[in-house]
């Protein structure tokens, strides 16, 4: 079972991750949506696609940008669609 942990706080847990470039892809059922806040921020991968970001929020810190999704992945990259990956400091084990 993977889970996703930042600031002493589980954000997500599944043991039905997706596994691309070294990252955990968590089905977006898997995340505990009240931590996330909608970002600004996107970036392109000539692969996968945009990427769409969101501010991890626990307990008054806030982690910009920790989590991406792509909710239009290429086909190359369609078993990432409805997954969010972590970075920036959010374990992943």
């Known amino acids: 079972m993977a889970k996703a942990v930042w600031n002493g706080k589980l ?3 599944s043991d039905e991750t997706v596994m691309v470039e070294g990252n955990h892809y968590f089905p ?10 909608p970002s600004a921020t996107t970036t392109v991968c000539a ?3 945009t990427a769409h970001y ?4 626990v307990d008054g810190e806030e982690n910009v940008d920790a989590a991406w999704y792509y909710p239009e992945p290429k086909a190359a990259a ?3 669609k409805d997954r969010i990956a972590f970075w ?6």
Do not use: D, M, N
């Not at 969101?54 to 929020?57: E, G, M, Q, S, V």
């Not at 920036?88 to 084990?93: D, H, K, M, N, Y």
């Open 11 to 13: 954000i997500a847990e």
């Open 28 to 37: 977006a059922s898997a995340v505990k949506r009240e931590l996330l806040k």
């Open 47 to 49: 692969w996968k696609g």
């Open 54 to 57: 969101y501010t991890l929020a």
């Open 78 to 80: 369609a078993q990432i």
């Open 88 to 93: 920036r400091g959010v374990q992943v084990v």
